[in-house]
């Protein structure tokens, strides 16, 4: 039974099952208030549920690419819960997850995934169609650039606004079905943060 967390655009949480079947999900779209939401959302997705946290055997945690101030939250959050748990992280791009979802709904061949990066700067990853185990074949990226410097999409671009954390964790649980290999437990902020350390203390003038 998987957990699925992500915090790279809104904040999502669901339950899968071991088959892909989707137990439960709860989302949100706001971007600000991450860490106001997640710890309610993850209770109130087990309950509806039905599953307790003692029976979760892995923590599917969304590695972005997102803005370093809420990604971390849904990657923290996972960890935690992993840890109270005594489960494993199963770390996946979210966009992959996207990705997943655009083909599930019909797409296919080549996709362009989009997603806003602030700073008038969008995050893109190219796939080209699903492989054998129906996992999303990522060609390029993930990347980070201005949106007229994109890579000219080979087939359908797609500018998704959310991460469905129940593509999320449909995503893992093909990826353990098929023995692959997750992606490295490393958030993909692809910049740095706003916040810098300091140099030292200013010196004041007279």
Do not use: Q
């Not at 959302?41 to 370093?68: C, K, N, Y």
């Amino acid at each position: 039974m998987l957990l699925a967390i992500d915090t790279s655009a809104g904040t999502g949480v669901a339950v899968v099952d071991e088959s892909g079947r989707v137990r439960a999900e709860r989302a949100t779209d706001d971007t600000m208030r991450h860490a106001e939401a997640i710890g309610s959302l993850i209770a109130r997705t087990l309950d509806e549920s039905g599953v307790a946290a003692r029976d979760v055997t892995g923590v599917v945690a969304g590695m972005g690419p997102g803005p370093f101030t809420g990604l971390r939250v849904g990657i923290a959050a996972a960890h935690a819960f992993a840890f109270g748990a005594g489960c494993p992280v199963l770390p996946v791009v979210s966009h992959d997850a996207i990705a997943l979802e655009r083909y599930l709904a019909g797409g296919d061949g080549p996709l362009l995934v989009v997603t806003d990066a602030r700073r008038r700067e969008r995050y893109w990853s190219a796939y080209d169609g699903l492989d054998a185990n129906g996992v999303p074949i990522r060609v390029d990226g993930p990347g980070l650039a201005k949106p007229d410097a994109l890579p000219a999409p080979a087939g359908e671009r797609f500018d998704a606004h959310v991460v469905s954390a129940a593509a999320l964790g449909t995503l893992a649980a093909r990826i353990l079905a098929g023995g692959l290999a997750f992606a490295p437990d490393e958030p993909l902020y692809l910049r740095t943060p706003d916040v810098t350390p300091s140099a030292g203390p200013k010196r004041v003038s007279a």
